[in-house]
């Protein structure tokens, strides 16, 4: 690929990866728009990200040849695809599954019962979003090795940039979904309402059934989705409640506070780095000029810390105005799954301050961050005192 314009950072270097919040945070201020040969056009402040969201006709969500149902489709595509999907993380859905999420939250839980030194990044937190997201799709609980196994891959495929590594993965999936599928239809009879697979599975848009292949688009969509951002956020809460035991105590006495403490931690520290997009037309853009076809990463985490915005920005502050705060995105493709995770992130925090009279960092083993493109700590060690 021809570089178009000088290089102002490398998103591989070790120094983004050690840190990448202090990195995005200092190329918003140095560059607020960077190019580099790996993304291209990144974009790092709160406004020039804000005017993306909201221009999905210059800014075009089709970045990749394959099928990415719907967060690689523009209108009016993306709009059918969308009021199909929408209805699966409605309020009743999300309730119902709540009493499946508490039960894996207490079984992790009751798994290291006694341990007074832990590892929660890989023994609570993925096996969390794991086990939750194939209750949401009434997947076997028996796929948490495959499907873990699955995400790490994915991610260093995309941090290689590894078509080819992303590719096999892609058709993996496909054939995983297609297995599950066939198991439905095996079945014969009407399925249970509540089962995704075999809803999707008689769904029609346009007046058309979904492919087979549609199918595992939306699956996967959901299922990166829900892995790696659940997973990160999870670490992400406990790592900074271990570093504030004032608000430990404070969000126990006070639960009614603990749904805006999830969404300001999480600004300040964002689970999910970017997303994409391409320029349909020539764009000035954070004083850049982005030519059409430019690729464009939208850098989520730095926009949420972005000072313009947030006033002292790196401080943990209630009472923000929440319109500000783009951690679900904005516009057409903000995040359907929002109702969902901020009810599995409710749940996996209540039961860390309930199980938990104390957690606090390990003196001599710092959390170690997690990598491009995934956020928060690939490892995380607690020191809990338990209830
Ligand atoms: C803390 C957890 C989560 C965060 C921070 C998050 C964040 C986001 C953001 C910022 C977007 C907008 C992307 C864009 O504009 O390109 C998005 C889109 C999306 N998210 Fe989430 N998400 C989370 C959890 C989930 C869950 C649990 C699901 C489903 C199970 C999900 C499914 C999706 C889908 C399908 C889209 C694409 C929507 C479209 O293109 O119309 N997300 N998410």
């Given amino acids: 690929m021809t570089a178009i314009a000088p290089t102002d950072w490398d998103p591989r270097a070790d120094a983004v990866q050690r840190d990448q919040i202090a990195a995005y945070d200092r190329l918003r201020e140095q560059h607020g728009v960077a190019y580099s040969d790996m993304l291209q056009w990144s974009v790092f402040g709160h406004a020039e990200l804000r005017r993306i969201l909201l221009d999905p006709q210059r800014f075009s969500s089709a970045v990749s040849a394959h099928v990415a149902v719907p967060n690689g489709m523009d209108p009016p595509e993306h709009t059918a695809w969308r009021r199909l999907i929408e209805p699966y993380f409605a309020a009743q859905r999300v309730d119902a599954l709540r009493p499946a999420c508490e039960r894996v939250a207490a079984q992790l ?27 949401f799709l009434g997947w076997p609980e028996t796929l948490e090795g495959e499907l873990s196994g699955w995400i790490a891959q994915h991610h260093r495929a995309v941090l290689a940039q590894d078509r080819a590594a992303l590719a096999a993965l892609g058709a993996q999936f496909e054939a995983l979904v297609a297995r599950l599928l066939a198991e439905r239809r095996a079945h014969g009879a009407a399925p249970p309402q509540d089962d995704v697979m075999a809803s999707l599975m008689q769904a029609r848009v346009d007046g058309q059934p979904v492919s087979e292949q549609a199918i595992a688009s939306i699956v996967r969509n959901w299922t990166v989705g829900e892995i790696g951002t659940i997973a990160a956020a999870v670490g992400i809460l406990a790592e900074w409640l271990a570093r504030h035991p004032g608000w430990q105590a404070r969000l126990r006495a006070e639960p009614a506070l603990q749904a805006e403490a999830i969404e300001e931690i999480l600004r300040l520290h964002g689970p999910l780095v970017a997303n994409r997009r391409v320029a349909t037309c020539p764009v000035h853009l954070g004083g850049r000029e982005v030519p059409a076809g430019g690729r464009i990463t939208l850098h989520w985490t730095s926009a949420l810390r972005d000072p313009r915005v947030f006033e002292e920005a790196g401080t943990f ?30 749940v996996a925090l209540h039961a860390m301050l309930a199980a938990w009279a104390d957690m606090a960092l390990v003196a001599g083993d710092a959390p170690v961050p997690a990598h491009y493109p995934a956020m928060g700590f690939a490892r995380l060690p607690l020191q809990v005192r338990w209830a």
């Fill in 109 to 135: 839980l009751q798994g290291l019962q006694g341990c007074a030194t832990l590892e929660l990044a890989q023994r609570f937190a993925l096996p969390f979003a794991v086990r939750i997201q194939c209750a």
């Fill in 317 to 346: 502050r209630l009472g923000r105005d929440p319109q500000d705060n783009l951690l679900y995105g904005a516009g057409i493709h903000v995040c359907p799954g929002a109702p969902l995770a901020r009810m599995e992130l409710h």
